[in-house]
């Protein structure tokens, strides 16, 4: 049973903008959870992007402060992570997680999540 499928990656070039999706199941009870992206780039560890938990809270990674933004539409089930001025270095594959923990330390440990997508490939050329 799929929870979260990923849509959006492709190519991309250096300075340019793509929008991932993520949807999920309606058995997912997706408005009461928290929800976020990992990305994970060749031969190294799963990162946080960013994450919305289900009170509001949000918060990015550093790395793309200003540069990503992550959302949310709880009547579409759906999370998005709109990725703009995009560099050689945000290649990676991308995945959506979920997880019934709303306390904010936790929400940045890819260990807290209990729900994970298959993962979507982004590719930025220079």
């Known amino acids: 049973q799929v929870l979260l499928h990923e849509s959006g990656g492709g190519l991309v070039e250096s300075g340019g903008s793509v929008r991932l999706s993520c949807e999920a199941s309606i058995s997912l009870d997706f408005s009461r959870r928290s929800v976020a992206w990992f990305r994970q780039a060749p031969g190294k560890a799963r990162v946080l992007v960013g994450v919305i938990s289900w009170s509001g809270y949000v918060y990015h990674a550093k790395s793309v402060r200003g540069r990503f933004t992550v959302s949310r539409d709880n009547d579409k089930n759906t999370l998005y992570l709109q990725m703009d001025s995009l560099k050689p270095e945000d290649t990676a594959v991308y995945y959506c997680?979920?997880?019934?923990?709303?306390?904010?330390?936790?929400?940045?440990?890819?260990?807290?999540?209990?729900?994970w997508g298959q993962g979507t490939p982004v590719t930025v050329s220079a």
């Open positions: 997680a979920a997880t019934i923990m709303e306390r904010a330390t936790l929400l940045t440990e890819s260990e807290t999540y209990e729900n």
